[in-house]
């Protein structure tokens, strides 16, 4: 019980490392928080700061992912992965450190897969990539992609890992969750689309 509990702490507070709050903080003296979408992760880091550290951001929030899960895994064992996993995406999008207002967890989400099945979230990219090219809408890709990706873990991750599935199930529950005003604006077509900025006026 005190393993997971330590897994769990471990990997939230991983979680809690915005390098969008920060990164904005550091060079642009401002809360990300504060403009556009009011969300600390790498899509609103790219829309408000622009590519530089909006590229900084995603690059570090698949990091996170990738370094919670490896570190739980090289301490605890290959299950600790799952656990962890979850947690850190947690950590991401509710950081106790940052009054529990962070991100969506996408990027973080696609850090902690690569590293559990990176065939699963390849296909899930791709797909993911081809819409947002396609509508450059970065919300419609995200949903989609988090939908179709236990879909896709299930048919491919072989031999089966129920505890697999069931770990990606939630992470993709969180993603579509933290997405539902997204979705609002998709209905009444108000969402903005890749390159569009928000209008602070």
């Known amino acids: 019980m005190m393993d997971l509990f330590m897994i769990a702490a ?3 507070l991983f979680g809690n490392f915005s390098s969008a709050y920060i990164l904005g903080r550091l060079f642009r003296k401002e809360d990300i928080r504060n403009f556009g979408s009011g969300n600390a992760g790498a899509t609103n880091a790219l829309r408000v700061f622009g590519k530089r550290i909006g590229i900084i951001s995603l690059i570090s929030d698949i990091l996170k992912g990738v370094l919670a899960v490896y570190i739980a895994g090289y301490i605890w064992g290959e299950q600790a992965e799952l656990l962890a996993g979850i947690f ?3 950590g991401h999008n509710w950081p106790a450190l940052l009054g529990f207002k962070g991100g969506k967890g996408i990027a973080t989400s696609l850090g902690v897969i690569a590293w559990l ?21 970065v919300s419609l ?5 988090a939908v179709l990706t236990p879909i896709i873990g299930a048919l491919i ?3 089966f890992d129920k505890n697999f599935i069931l770990t990606i199930s939630i992470l993709s529950a969180i993603a579509i969750y933290q997405h539902r005003d997204n979705f609002g604006r998709l209905i009444r077509g108000e969402e903005l689309r890749l390159g569009e900025k928000i209008d602070e006026g």
């Open 10 to 12: 471990m990997a939230y």
């Open 88 to 90: 850190v995406v947690i």
């Open 117 to 137: 099945h990176w065939p699963t979230i390849v296909i899930s990219i791709t797909i993911a990539v081809l819409i947002i090219a396609r509508t450059r809408y």
């Open 141 to 145: 890709g995200s949903i989609v992609g």
């Open 157 to 159: 991750n072989r031999p």
